[in-house]
């Protein structure tokens, strides 16, 4: 089967599906309007949503690259649709060639390629927990976001990971908390959160906003040495950040170094 448009893996709503870009598909439907206003028009009168049958990323172009362009990752259902209501026979055409794909990505034609992508994709998942530094049950959370399309695979995955503080075992080491729950009482999470920085215990990073251009988005994580005490959550909603939280076993010592490190 001859590749009519790209398909690529895009993060919509925290699941990693398959997407095209909009005005690729705009081009070949041989549209007569603008893309602009064609893509917005069809959103408005379909009901499309944001984040669940699309998602907007924000690349910049231009000479001096000064120009901001906005682009539709849609869903494979969302192009389907699109093709259909063009009512013309590179609208039929297109859609007969989707709903292909999804019939051998469904009953594993092609084994090879996709067993290749899967690894590829195991891969970078590697790399990136081992940068964020992430906890085993944060791993496992962006295993099975990643294995979603790959059923077989996705049950062969363990369902959860026990997480104990470094050097501990992992036996009755489970319960952990956000800083704001730890401190409650005692004092803010700002302010225990700029303590935990003073100690090298967490670290701040930025990451690209993909909901707005030229945005920057901030998010803590445990460092290595902050591993005795903590661990990185990775969210179902959102596995492109971590979410710092602090053993209840550790958490005397852990309020002792927040207190001496106060602001």
Known sequence: MNELIKIEKSNVGGDLIDTVNARELHQFLEVGRD????????????????????????????ERQNVVMTEYHISIGMAKEL??????????????????????LKTGGSNIPQIETAKHIFEAIGVAADVLRCSDSGRLVMLHKAASHWPLLQAALPPY???????????????????????????????????????????????????????????????????????????????????????????????????????
């Open 35 to 62: 893309y602009t206003n064609w893509i917005k028009g069809r959103i408005e009168k379909y009901g499309f949503v944001e984040n669940q049958d699309y998602v907007l990323t924000f690349a910049r172009a231009g």
């Open 83 to 104: 093709a259909m209501v063009e009512n013309n026979d590179q609208g039929r055409k297109v859609r007969r060639y989707f709903i292909e794909c999804e019939r051998k």
């Open 161 to 263: 990971a026990i997480d104990a503080p470094t050097g501990k075992e992992s036996e009755g080491s489970k319960s952990h908390a956000a800083i704001k729950d730890i401190c409650q009482g005692i004092m803010s999470s700002v302010k225990a959160n700029k303590a935990l920085m003073k100690a090298g215990l967490l670290e701040q990073f930025e990451r690209p906003s993909t909901s707005a251009p030229n945005g920057i988005k901030t998010y803590k994580s445990v460092t290595a040495k902050g591993l005795k005490y903590g661990l990185n959550v990775t969210s179902k909603e959102n596995t492109r950040e971590t979410q710092p939280h602090w053993y209840h076993e550790t958490v005397d010592e852990l309020i002792e170094i927040i207190k001496a490190n106060v602001v």
